[in-house]
């Protein structure tokens, strides 16, 4: 949240010049979160009237954005980011940031400058995975796709702390969406066993999200994560009506936790 914050007030300044929007590292939470940051500042700038005198550059080690949803939604999300004039530059990781120059360097030597940066941080799983004796050598904890069983009896793991492969060598998203259809799953068959039910409940792997695109627009993907072939994910036309689902979704998340 303070970082959130933090960028807020810093694009609110922003009088143009170099905004780099970074991944700095795999795997990170929601894979549209950059592309959706770097919409939502170029149209934030546009109607401020700073978008002329800035430009816009993606720095990402995906080959092409939100990858696990396959080639055909990533050239989709690349046409809507050139149509704004954004650069992507797919690819290319950034080996470290020098703040007090303003300047990424990437880990094929190239300097990049930079005025305001808007990075994902490396993710690490917390010492508690790591030390856990359950984790892979990523930190992460492999489970079973459907039950979310860990290697442990009666442990179970849900959410960001997973590490769940899918077909093409890749691995589920971590989203919200996910932890909670995986709560679900496990709260179920816990309380099976509990009451002496046979404990049947299946994390299926279908999922969606919306896709902000600034001017009160998003695009909408859905689909099946656990295909035996690669996970079938369709990107549905942008519009105003996935902008307004979003924000219905969050207001009914937010009443549940009044
Ligand atoms: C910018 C952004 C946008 C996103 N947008 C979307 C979206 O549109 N849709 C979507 O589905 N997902 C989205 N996500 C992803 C979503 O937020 C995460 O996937 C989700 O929060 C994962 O839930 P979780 O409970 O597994 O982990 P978390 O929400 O990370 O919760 C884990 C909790 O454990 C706590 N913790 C860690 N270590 C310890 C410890 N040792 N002891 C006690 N507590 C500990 C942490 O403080 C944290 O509160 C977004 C994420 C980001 C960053």
């Known amino acids: 949240m303070e970082g959130a914050v933090t960028a807020g007030v810093a694009l609110d300044r ?73 650069a992507l530059h797919p690819g290319r990781s950034v080996e470290r940031i020098d703040s007090t120059a303003g300047e990424l360097i990437l880990t094929d030597g190239e300097h990049v400058g930079y005025d305001l940066l808007l990075g994902v941080p490396p993710h690490r799983a917390p010492e508690v995975l790591r030390s856990s004796g359950l984790a892979a050598e990523n930190g992460f904890l492999p489970v079973d796709r459907e039950n979310m069983a860990t290697a442990a009896e009666h442990v179970f793991a849900v959410g960001d702390a997973t590490a769940i492969p899918i077909a093409g060598g890749k691995f589920l998203p971590k989203a919200g969406l996910f932890a909670e259809a995986e709560a679900d799953v496990v709260a179920a068959n816990i309380a099976a066993e509990l009451t002496g039910r046979s404990p049947s409940a299946r994390f299926d792997g279908k999922g969606a999200c919306f896709v902000e695109l600034g001017d009160g627009k998003a695009a909408f993907a859905a689909g099946d994560f656990y295909d035996a072939e690669a996970p079938k994910i369709r990107l549905r036309r942008p519009g105003r009506h996935w902008h307004l689902a979003k924000v219905g979704f969050e207001k009914y998340w937010m009443s549940r936790w009044p």
């Open 14 to 86: 922003f009088e143009g010049g170099r905004l780099a929007v970074v991944v700095s590292r795999l795997p990170y939470k929601c894979p549209a979160a950059p592309y959706e940051a770097a919409f939502l500042a170029e149209a934030l700038l546009r109607r401020r009237g700073a978008r002329d005198g800035t430009t816009i550059d993606i720095y990402t080690p995906e080959p092409y954005p939100m990858p696990t949803a396959g080639p055909i939604l990533g050239d989709a999300l690349t046409t809507m980011l050139a149509a704004r004039g954004i």
